[in-house]
């Protein structure tokens, strides 16, 4: 595992600060800077077009959303009401498909969500970047009602399998040393955040946490939570994980 580091808590710093204008600060969670005409431009063609139901919906978001992001590819699939933050610090790949309700969430200076070509986000799930970095490489596929989540930074390989209701959380462990101050204002611990490398297949409900890295090619079972390094290929579940297996290991089959 990586070594601690800390990292003052941001988010609650920016809700309390009322300098400048209000535009200002919307604008930053929404587009990522206070600009104001791209504000307006990411107003109107949210608002109108979130929602806008059938194949016209879909039609009109592939055609208006490339004005929103960094980078927007080709032959994006875009579902209803997905939600926005700091989108011009989102670089989208060609051929992705994000279902109805994702939250695609890049706060903060620092912040930053690539997703690349091929990937699948499935519907509900929210991936959270808060002032830190989300890599997701070519055809990967997050199940519905996920969490990827991270203050540091979070990597995901190519042809990842991540299934429904997965958590995997890059940091945002809260520091609670000291006993004079609320925890809420102690800021953060990062243990390195959270390498999944290719070809990974993830179980539902899996929890992955700070400073875990998977190897290529393991697979994790279903309700399982990985707090420290996986090996490649290996089968590993439990409570925390635990190898139980290789991929490698080939099982003869009896002639009886």
């Known amino acids: 595992m ?3 580091k800390h990292f003052e808590q941001q988010t609650q710093r920016q809700l309390k600060d009322r300098s400048g204008a209000a535009w200002h600060h919307y604008a ?6 206070p600009r104001l005409g791209a504000m307006l431009l990411y ?8 929602n ?13 959303y490339p004005f ?77 009602n996920c969490i990827l989540a991270t203050d540091s930074r979070l990597v995901l390989g190519k042809d990842v399998l ?12 809260h520091a609670y040393d000291r006993t004079d101050i609320p925890i809420i204002q102690q800021g953060f611990v990062s243990k390195g955040g959270v390498v999944v490398e290719d070809d990974v297949w993830i179980g539902s409900h899996a929890m992955i946490m700070d400073g875990a890295r998977i190897g290529r090619g393991a697979v994790i079972g279903t309700h399982s939570l990985v707090n420290a390094d996986i090996p490649e290929w290996s089968i590993a579940f439990g409570q925390p994980a635990t190898v139980r297996g290789s991929r490698l290991v080939k099982v003869e089959k009896s002639d009886a």
């Open 2 to 4: 990586s070594e601690e």
């Open 162 to 173: 991540v299934a429904a209701y997965s958590y995997l959380c890059a940091g945002g462990n």
């Open 52 to 64: 806008f139901p059938g194949m016209p919906g879909y039609w009109f978001r592939q055609k208006l």
């Open 43 to 50: 107003e109107i063609i949210t608002g109108v077009f979130c």
């Open 68 to 144: 929103l992001f960094r980078s927007f590819g080709k032959n994006v699939i875009i579902g209803r009401n997905v939600t926005l933050r700091g989108a011009m610090k989102i670089t989208i790949g060609n051929n992705v498909s994000i279902d109805d309700n994702v939250v695609i969430d890049a706060r903060g200076e620092k912040g930053s969500i690539s997703i690349a070509s091929g990937t699948l986000i499935s519907r509900n799930t929210v991936l959270r970047a808060r002032n830190a970095e989300i890599v997701i490489d070519e055809g990967s596929d997050i199940g519905t």
């Open 28 to 33: 930053r969670l929404t587009i990522g800077e």
